[in-house]
């Protein structure tokens, strides 16, 4: 999968973030970020590391002058064929700058070393700049999953299905 870098553009008053891969030192700061985007459904901070510990090729942070100002994660299932986006979130001041979407492409792009076939998420079904996002990048809508992370969480489950990685 070819993911093409035509989201809206940055504004040009401001450097380009610089996408890699989480490291431990990180955490804090994808705590603070997760907890601000997240809000009441923020992992708490013993999940994110053990996340890190288990999936650390599949984080990727985007921070600007020294600021972390997006984080995303992808998490292969056992098989290596399937994977989870579990979490993508951008600072809410830096957005409509493409980050997400250069996130997303990090992330989807992590998995071709694995020949993942399919990669799935939930979203929050009014969260319509995230749906179009993943839209513009192939997801295609599953279905409502009623109260998905509790009562009154319904999330919508989208998916896409990736091409051989040669």
Not at 19 to 36: F, G, K, M, N, Y
Not at 102 to 115: G, I
């Amino acid at each position: 999968m070819s993911v093409s870098k035509n989201w809206a553009s940055a504004d040009s008053d401001q450097a380009e973030p610089t996408i890699r891969v989480a490291v431990l030192d990180d955490l804090p700061r994808v705590q603070e970020l997760d907890a601000e985007v997240f809000k009441d459904l923020a992992y708490p901070r013993f999940a994110l590391r053990q996340l890190l510990d288990l999936h650390a090729p599949g984080w990727a942070v985007a921070e600007r002058e020294s600021e972390l100002v997006g984080y995303s994660l992808i998490a292969p299932d056992f098989n290596r064929e399937t994977a989870w986006l579990l979490a993508l979130g951008v600072r809410e001041d830096c957005r409509g700058q493409r980050i997400g979407w250069d996130l997303l492409k990090h992330s989807l792009d992590s998995l071709k070393s694995v020949d993942v076939k399919q990669v799935t998420l939930t979203v929050a079904p009014d969260n319509e700049t995230a749906i179009t996002l993943y839209k513009k990048a192939g997801f295609v809508m599953l279905g409502l999953q009623q109260d998905y992370y509790g009562p009154g969480e319904d999330r919508l489950l989208m998916q896409l299905h990736l091409g051989r990685h040669d």
